[in-house]
């Protein structure tokens, strides 16, 4: 069972704009992460994602192996 967090394949879009197209990422546990990137290239979409805040239109979203909705 691979532990940590673990974002497969995330999909969301709003309207017609498509903000997360097919992100994957996995961060092992006792890791610091850094999410960088331009205005309007998903950051806050992809942490309100993972919050449960934004629903995914797509993808998944594990916390040590286990499918969850928002952390």
Known sequence: ??????LHKLFK?????T????LSLSF????????????????????KSIAGSHYLD????LLDGTPVHSL
């Open 1 to 6: 069972v691979m532990s940590g967090l673990v």
């Open 13 to 17: 879009a709003f309207g017609g704009n």
């Open 19 to 22: 903000i997360l197209d097919g």
């Open 28 to 47: 092992e546990p006792g890791t610091v992460t850094a999410i960088v990137g331009d205005n309007g290239a998903g950051k806050s979409t992809l942490l």
């Open 58 to 61: 797509n993808g998944e979203i």
